[in-house]
Every structure is written in structure tokens, then in C-alpha cells.
């Protein structure tokens, strides 16, 4: 079993593991942010440049560094091979670089968009952006798109992250979506507007990690952060089940799968939990389901107001790294970004 | 005269004809590879001769082929790269044009070393007339025996087929080629595998560029060794140089490696010097992606060495003061051309190209032509020149394909070389007529950055 150092913490992982997952094993603090990357997709990932990271050593057997950033997502772990994700400036840099990219055509419309408190986006923004554009020019406008009645498209939020194409393309039974046109004019599209309608659909607004996929029976309904997570389940007999109420007051507005420390939804016993379309539109009412209690939610937006978790992990590694520079440097963090009262007050 | 490998019965009428070619020797280094070589031997002649990619990286090709995988029953796949789509590139259409043979010869010779039954030729859409050429050349060779089964009575069966691309520089990248190939959206994959492991569906796969398999005709019939003897150190052999912009004589030249730059621009036997009796200001000597440098850099090292036309002679210096031989796509500029437009109509070629996969380029590629854009027509400051530099920094080896690349070279080319034009364009705006005095005898003593 190959041994891999990541920002200074070893671990013995499985041959064929990736850098990021030996980080993920590790834990939160040395694991580098994901935007496309799903571990429950097969092919995902690589796309997005987020989770860059530097090889200062190959291996054992050849220690040259890599001459370039990797993506961690895709990159397989040799044995000795030394990473540097947080503890390095270069990939500091490099982040923050990735950051504006994905910023820059963004329409920053979280005022009106559902997915703000729970968008991995502003996270990302929160942690390696800066406070300003750069960005002077129109951003690029594309019209809102239905896809079925259930879902709907805000093509401008799209990151092309491929999440949701991957996912029609794994979870579904018949695709009809995937990318259309290419570079900055790429769109998520179903050929001629073909609705996607089949039980799993639903599934792409999980994957979707900013606001670009969004539930349309939860439009406008609340923000999120007004809205109480709760772990139910019931018997299904299309899917596991196990999904995740939001709740205001008494009232369920949104079904969503549960997710995991990344993000990710669950896994239970090495099967994914996607949930059916019926769990997640049709079931609203308590009565559907059989509560196990409160979510415990780790995500280090707005939305973890009483769960400060990863941000507590975020700042030991931060004050960590500090210690690691030569005297005299210091760290930059995205404005607001440890202060925990920032978002509770 | 320098030695011509490929371009020698160029002139020849009918040369295109199957029967002609055979005149002149053609299809006879086939059969010398059919009858008398190992497939094996091939291989080490391809080392030995020391030639090295076409395509634009350079890579050994012997090498290349040597990573091939050879799985028992799997299916290997050569496929010929003509999607040639670099600006200022144009020497592979007209090789495939005027000699297609040669092509068709190297790829049979190729595929036999490599142990391929099947192979194809990927040419870009633009080139639908080229692809008729082909076409008829196959079905000639097929028509001779020497397509199809039992090739020459050797025993060696060999399929080649022309696939049209639709015209998209991303299919020149050879795994967004491979996926075009298959049918599907041309898109770069992510590496590894390489297609050496896993290529065209899944099987092990070598991508060559047509000039690259073209040369491989003439190194199996002279044998590697002589084919080393020509050109200088590491770059060996010829190389096709595709001659554009402000020369008497612009047009495809087959050069020696190693010959010096003043001479393939200002020698009569080569491009004749610059246009209308003008200064030379800068040269692209790659294709578009590579870094632009100004006269005095391209014409002598940083060292005061005259520099040579090969990988190393070009890459002197690294980028503070070299470029790069890449495709050989040679773009001469003279004094009154404006280095900022220039970039900005690559980084619209760019912009247009990029395939959306990864934030860097998608975004960025748009970004900076935006900012050239904005620049050229007057409405830049400096920060914006700063801004570029930094942008182009930022989508530099931190993408999935070298498209991301060879859009950020050239900006941080023109930037390092000439950003007092830069500047000029930030003071006077779109009104700039007179740029001459801005660069040429003006350049910045000492590249910035
Ligand atoms: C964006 C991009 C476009 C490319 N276009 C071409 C091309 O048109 N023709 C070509 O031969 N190689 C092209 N290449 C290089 C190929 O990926 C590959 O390296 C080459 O075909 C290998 O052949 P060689 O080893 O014979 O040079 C391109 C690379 C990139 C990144
Ligand atoms: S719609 Fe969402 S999941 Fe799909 S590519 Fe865009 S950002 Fe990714
Ligand atoms: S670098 Fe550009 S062209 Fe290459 S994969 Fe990324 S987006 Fe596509
Ligand atoms: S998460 Fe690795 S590239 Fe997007």
C-alpha cells in the first residue's frame, strides 16, 4: 500500500487511490475543496481546477516534483510521493486564480437564488475569493430553461461542473442531456428542450453545486438558513428512502437526499442514496415520513450557523501553516471567513 | 541547396497520381519494410534516426511508439493527426495536397511497425478538398495491392480511412481527436491514461502528426543513421516550415534543422527578406501559441549567437528571450504591424477555440480578449496590461490540455517583449497610426518579467 504525505500528515492508503481521497481520509483540514469532483460519479471530476495541488515529490522511486499543479481529484497517489495543498503559497495562489475564473462570468445574484447558504460556490468565494472583481465586461446571459416541470435551469450560475450530465448519464435510465457548444458559450442543455422525465431525475439538483439546478416546488419558498434540516425515511420501493426535510415551522418546503461531510449525498453500504422523484416532490408532509432526528450539517457556509466544524478544522490548519512560514509572512484569508460570529449574529 | 526528404518530387507533374509517385521511387521503402524488416527493426531505425514530433511538442517519436502497449488481442490504432489547425500552420495540407502518397506510405509503413490493422487520418473539416485527394490516393493504393490484405503478399493487412472533423483547432489535441473519432463531443481527455494505454475505444492508440508519419517514408529507406546525419544535436532530419506574413516570399520550405534564422528569412533560396524593403519587427516562429519575440531576438541568442531553426536553437533562453519551434508555423511581422492587434486577433482565436472543460481557459481565454479588445480600441489603462499578465499567469499549467497554454504564451510574450506598445495603446488609443517608432529600434532593452 502506497504512503503519501499531504501538507505534512502521512497515511498508508489502496493502491489507485487519489490524492484527494488520501486528503479526505486524512480529514477536512488538509483536503482540497471540490467543485466538480463526486466520488459517487465514475469519470467526474478534473474539470473545475479547484482542487489543484503541488507534487513536491513524485515517489519513492522517482522524487522529481511535477512541473506543473495537479488536480488532486485525478491524479493517483505513488508511494512517497509529498503534496502540499494548504502549505502551499504557489497553490494558494493558484486557488484564488481558479476562484475568480469561475467567478467572473457568475451573475452573483445569491440575493435571489435558492441555493445561497448551501452553494459550494460561496464557499469557495467565502475561503480563496477576493472581495472585488476584476471583471468589467457583460457577463455572459443565458435565457432561464424548465427542464420538466419540476426543475429548472439558470444556465448563467452553471460552473459546467458535468455533475448533473454525469449523473443523468449514471443514474438515470435515458439520458437527454449534455453539453451544448463549447468554451465560454457552452451550455447544459437537453437536446431541443427535451424535458428529462424519468424517476431519478431529481437527483441532478443535488450534484449541482451552486445554483444552477434548483428544485422548482422550493422556489422563492424560504432561504434555506430559515429552514430546519431533519433526517426522515420511509419505505420506497424505487429508492432507499432515506432523505433529508426541510422544515419551516411545521411545514416541509423541500426533499433533498441527505449528504455527507463533503457534500456528497450519503452512501449506505456502498450504494448511493439517491433518492426517486417521488420521495422528493410528491412526499411533503410529515405524515410521509418516519423522523430520526435533526441533521447535523458541517458545511462552512451561512448555512451552519450552530455547526462550525470544518471552519474550526479550517482555522487550526490556517494557524498551523502560519507557524510553518518562514517569520514575518503572512496568510491572507477571504474576508470574514473565521470569524464564526460573522454569519450568526 | 539543403537536403529534401519530403518535398523532393514536389515539383514532379502528376505526382499525385499513384503511378508517378511510383516513378519515382515511391512505395518502394514499403516494400522494403514489408519484405525484409521486422517490425521491430522499423522501430529502432525510428529511434535511431532521432526524429521528433511535428505536431508541435516535439516528443521523440521512437519513443513514442516504444510506449505502445501491446496487450495480447486488443486492437491497436494509428491515426494520423491532420487536423492542422494552428494559425500560421498550413505545411501539412500542403504535403497531404501535393505528395499525398507519401502520407498513405508512411502510414502503412507506421501501422505495420506498430502492429496496427486498422488506421485512420483525421483531417479537419475545412479540408473537405484534401480529404478528396486522400481518398483518391487510397483507393489507388487499395486498388495496387498495397491497402487492404495481404499487403504486397506479406501477409499484413492494413485499413485506412479519412475521417472529416467539423473544424475545431480542439480536435488537433489528440484525445479530443480520439473522442472525435469515436463520435462524440471534442473534448480533451483528462491524463492519464495516455492513448498509448488506452486510445482510440479504449485500446492502445499512437497519434502522429502527418508530417511526422510522413517522415518516417524516408528514414526506413535511407536508415535512421543517415537520417540523424542531418540537422544539428537533438533536432534531427528536416522539417517542414510553413512561411507567412511580411516576406518576398512566403510559401512551405523543407529547411535542415539547425539552419540559421537570418538566413531562412533573408536568403533568396528561402523567404527573400522582408516585404517592400522593410525592417523585420518581430517573428511568431512556431504557430500562434508560441512566444512572439522581437527582431533581435529571433535573429541572434540572448548571447549574441546567431540562432538556429531547430528545438533547442529556437527554446535558447527559455522564455525570458527563446520561443519555441512548435509546429513551425513561421509568422514574420514587419515595422508597421501592431504587436497588440496581433495578439488580440490570437486570443479571439483562442476565446473561439477553448473547449469549456476547465474554469481556467474557459473563462479566461474570454477574459483577456476582452481586455485586448478593450485596449486596442482605446479604452485601456494600465492596469489592464497588468491585469492580462496576471490572468495569462493564472491559466498557464493549470489546465486539463495545452490549449490553456497556448493562449497564455502568446499575451506573456507580447507582454515581456513589448508592453510599451502596450502602453502606447493606453495613451493614444485607436488613433495610433505611426506605431513604427513604438518597437522596433524601441523595444525594451531588457524583457520585463
Ligand atoms: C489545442 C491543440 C491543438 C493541436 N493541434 C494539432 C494539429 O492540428 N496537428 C497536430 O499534428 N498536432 C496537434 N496538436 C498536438 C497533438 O496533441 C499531438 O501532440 C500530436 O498530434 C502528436 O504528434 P507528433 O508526436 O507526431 O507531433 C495539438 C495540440 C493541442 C493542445
Ligand atoms: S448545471 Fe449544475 S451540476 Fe450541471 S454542470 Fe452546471 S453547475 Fe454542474
Ligand atoms: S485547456 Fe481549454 S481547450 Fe483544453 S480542456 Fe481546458 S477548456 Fe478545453
Ligand atoms: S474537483 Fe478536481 S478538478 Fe474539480
Known amino acids: 500500500m502506497p504512503k503519501v504525505t499531504i501538507d505534512g500528515v502521512t497515511i498508508e492508503v489502496p493502491n489507485g487511490t487519489t490524492i484527494l481521497e488520501a486528503a479526505r481520509m486524512i480529514g477536512p483540514e488538509v483536503a482540497p475543496p471540490t467543485m466538480c469532483y463526486y466520488s459517487k460519479l465514475e469519470t467526474s471530476g478534473g474539470y473545475c481546477r479547484t482542487c489543484l495541488v503541488k507534487v513536491s515529490q513524485g515517489s519513492e522511486k522517482d522524487p522529481r516534483p511535477m512541473p506543473k499543479p495537479v488536480a488532486s481529484c485525478r491524479t493517483q497517489v505513488m508511494d512517497g510521493m509529498v503534496v502540499e495543498n494548504n502549505t502551499s503559497p504557489e497553490i494558494h495562489e493558484a486557488r484564488a486564480g481558479v476562484v475568480e475564473f469561475l467567478l467572473a462570468n457568475h451573475p452573483l445574484d445569491c440575493p435571489v437564488c435558492d441555493q445561497a447558504g448551501e452553494c459550494h460556490l460561496q464557499d469557495l468565494g467565502y475561503e480563496h475569493g477576493k472581495s472585488e472583481t476584476r471583471f468589467e465586461f ?6 432561464r430553461k424548465d427542464i420538466g416541470d419540476k426543475i429548472q435551469l439558470h444556465m448563467n450560475r452553471c460552473i459546467l461542473c458535468y455533475r448533473c450530465v454525469k449523473t443523468a448519464d449514471q443514474v438515470t435510465d435515458c439520458r437527454v442531456h449534455g453539453v451544448m457548444n463549447r468554451g465560454e458559450v457552452a451550455e447544459i442543455s437537453t437536446y431541443i428542450e427535451k424535458s428529462i422525465d424519468n424517476d431519478f431525475s431529481g437527483n441532478v439538483i443535488d450534484v449541482c453545486p451552486v445554483g444552477a439546478l434548483t428544485d422548482k416546488t422550493f422556489r422563492f419558498q424560504s432561504r434555506v438558513w430559515f429552514t430546519k434540516p431533519v433526517d426522515a425515511h420511509r419505505d420506497c420501493v424505487k429508492c432507499c428512502g432515506k432523505v433529508r426535510l426541510w422544515y419551516k415551522g411545521n411545514e416541509v418546503l423541500r426533499v433533498t437526499a441527505r449528504k455527507d461531510q463533503w457534500g456528497e449525498v450519503e452512501s449506505y453500504d456502498g450504494k448511493t442514496g439517491w433518492i426517486c422523484n417521488t420521495c422528493r416532490f410528491d412526499k411533503k408532509t410529515t405524515a410521509d415520513w418516519t423522523i430520526d432526528g435533526p441533521s447535523k450539517i458541517s458545511r462552512h457556509s451561512v448555512i451552519s450557523a450552530n455547526h462550525y466544524n470544518s ?35 | 541547396m539543403g537536403k529534401k526528404l519530403l518535398l523532393e518530387h514536389i515539383d514532379v507533374p502528376g ?27 522499423i522501430l529502432e531505425e525510428v529511434k535511431t534516426s532521432g526524429l521528433r514530433g511535428r505536431g508541435g511538442a516535439g516528443f521523440p517519436t521512437g519513443l513514442k511508439w516504444s510506449f505502445l502497449a501491446k496487450p495480447e488481442g486488443v486492437a491497436r490504432y494509428l491515426v494520423c493527426n491532420a487536423d492542422e489547425s494552428e494559425p500560421g500552420t498550413f505545411k501539412d495540407r500542403y504535403l497531404m495536397e501535393k505528395i499525398p502518397h507519401i502520407l498513405i506510405e508512411g502510414m502503412i509503413v507506421s501501422s505495420f511497425a506498430l502492429g496496427a490493422n486498422t488506421s ?44 472529416i472533423g467539423a473544424g475545431a483547432y480542439i480536435c488537433g489535441e489528440e484525445t479530443a481527436l480520439l473522442e472525435s473519432l469515436e463520435g462524440k463531443r471534442g473534448n480533451p481527455r483528462i491524463k492519464p491514461p495516455f492513448p498509448a494505454i488506452a486510445g482510440l475505444y479504449g485500446c492502445p492508440t499512437v497519434v502522429n502528426n502527418v508530417e511526422t508519419i510522413a517522415a518516417v517514408v524516408p528514414i526506413v529507406k535511407d536508415g535512421g543513421a543517415a537520417y540523424a546525419q542531418i540537422g544539428i544535436g537533438k533536432s534531427t532530419g528536416t ?19 539547425g539552419l540559421p534564422v537570418e ?16 525592417q523585420l519587427k518581430a517573428v511568431v516562429a512556431g504557430g500562434s501559441s508560441v512566444p512572439i519575440l522581437p527582431a533581435h531576438l529571433i535573429l541572434k541568442t540572448a548571447a ?10 529556437l527554446a535558447d533562453g527559455g522564455f525570458a528571450t527563446g520561443t519555441m519551434l512548435g509546429s513551425g508555423g513561421f509568422i514574420a511581422m514587419d515595422e508597421d504591424s501592431s504587436i497588440v492587434k496581433n495578439l488580440w486577433t490570437f486570443s479571439r482565436f483562442y476565446h473561439h477555440e477553448s473547449c469549456g472543460q476547465c474554469s481556467p481557459c474557459r473563462e479566461g481565454t474570454g477574459w483577456m480578449e476582452k481586455i485586448l479588445h478593450k485596449i486596442l480600441h482605446g479604452h485601456g489603462t494600465l492596469a ?25 504564451w502568446p499575451v506573456a510574450s507580447a507582454i515581456r517583449h513589448f508592453r510599451n506598445e502596450f502602453e502606447e495603446y493606453v495613451k493614444q488609443g485607436h488613433s495610433i497610426k505611426d506605431v513604427k517608432h513604438y518597437y522596433r529600434l524601441n523595444h525594451l532593452p531588457e524583457p520585463v518579467n
Open chain 2, 384 to 408: 489592464d496590461v497588468d491585469l492580462l499578465w496576471d490572468i495569462q499567469s493564472k491559466i498557464e499549467g493549470k489546465t486539463i490540455c495545452p490549449l490553456g497554454d497556448a493562449a497564455a
Open chain 2, 120 to 163: 485512420y487520418i483525421y483531417i479537419r473539416g475545412e479540408y473537405f478538398y484534401v480529404a478528396r485527394i486522400l481518398e483518391n490516393a487510397i483507393a489507388e493504393a487499395y486498388e495496387a495491392g498495397l491497402l487492404g490484405k495481404n499487403i504486397m503478399g506479406s501477409g499484413y493487412d492494413l485499413d485506412l480511412y479519412v475521417q
Open chain 2, 15 to 41: 505526382i499525385q497520381s499513384l503511378n508517378v509517385y511510383r516513378q519515382k521511387g515511391g512505395y518502394e521503402t514499403l516494400k522494403k519494410a514489408l519484405t525484409s524488416m521486422t517490425p521491430e527493426q
Open chain 1, 138 to 143: 457583460p457577463r455572459r446571459e443565458f435565457e
Open chain 1, 311 to 345: 471552519l474550526k478544522a479550517l482555522k487550526a490548519t490556517i494557524d498551523r501553516q502560519k507557524d510553518a512560514l518562514p517569520h514575518g509572512e503572512k496568510v491572507t484569508l477571504g474576508h470574514g471567513a473565521l470569524d464564526p460570529n460573522n454569519e450568526s449574529k
Open chain 2, 263 to 278: 538566413e531562412f528569412i533573408y536568403s533568396e533560396e528561402y523567404c527573400g527578406g522582408i516585404k517592400n524593403g522593410k
Open chain 2, 239 to 257: 522539417k517542414l516550415i510553413s512561411a507567412s506574413g511580411h516576406l518576398n516570399k512566403p510559401g512551405v520550405y523543407e529547411i535542415e534543422l
Open chain 2, 304 to 313: 549574441g549567437e546567431p540562432r538556429l531553426m531547430s528545438y533547442e536553437g
